[in-house]
């Protein structure tokens, strides 16, 4: 059995080569994103970064945040968000509750308010639809600030919004006029 801390390790190798940099290790994703489990492991061993099958499993099936999926056969594996790497995760447009979160750290609350939420290296800017998420992802870059998205309002003026597979609320850009300091 892998230990926490080398369960914690694959997680984040996964997100990388899934996310960000599949180059780094030769792997190859399709236009939705998914990669061959076997490739995967194979070039990841070549890599010296040998992972089991069944530790594969474990790391995709208890990821408190459901990173990566399987395909249906389990034959391939993808990241369900978050990435860099241009790719079609096939999400169809949803409509978003009427107000949505998104946790960012207090340096960056002028430069948002003044020009908006960007989406920066990642394909989507990312909201929450809860504050205790928000917090959770705006830690991540020093002293969290919860902002409040106006999503329906942005819904009813022709904004997309798509829910990826793991409960990220995924939009293009968020102007500043829908966003408000909590
Ligand atoms: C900020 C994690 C200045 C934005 C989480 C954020 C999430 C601006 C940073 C997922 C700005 C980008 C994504 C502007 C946006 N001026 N700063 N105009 N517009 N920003 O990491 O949303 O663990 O790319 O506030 O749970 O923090 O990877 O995005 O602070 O779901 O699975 O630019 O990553 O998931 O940072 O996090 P990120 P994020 P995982």
């Not at 099958?53 to 391939?76: C, E, H």
């Amino acid at each position: 059995m892998a230990t926490e801390k080398e369960i914690v390790g694959i997680s984040k190798f996964l997100s990388l080569v899934l996310r960000h940099q599949p180059e780094l290790i030769g792997l190859t994703l399709s236009q939705e994103g998914w990669a061959n489990v076997d490739e995967l492991l194979a070039l990841a061993a070549k890599h010296g970064k040998t992972i089991s099958r069944d530790t594969l499993n474990v790391v995709v099936d208890t990821n408190s945040k459901k990173r990566f999926a399987f395909s249906k056969d389990r034959q391939f594996i993808r990241a369900n968000q978050g990435h860099s790497v241009e790719v079609s995760l096939g999400y169809q447009p949803q409509t978003p509750p009427e107000i949505l979160y998104h946790g960012t750290a207090v340096q960056s609350v002028a430069s948002i308010l003044a020009t908006g939420l960007h989406k920066q290296q990642r394909q989507h800017v990312h909201l929450s639809a809860d504050k205790d998420t928000a917090t959770k992802v705006g830690q991540r870059h020093g002293k969290p600030v919860i902002l409040e998205t106006l999503t329906g309002d942005m819904h009813r003026q022709g904004y997309s919004f798509f829910l990826s597979d793991n409960g990220v609320w995924l939009t293009d850009h968020v102007p500043p006029a829908f966003i408000k300091p909590l």
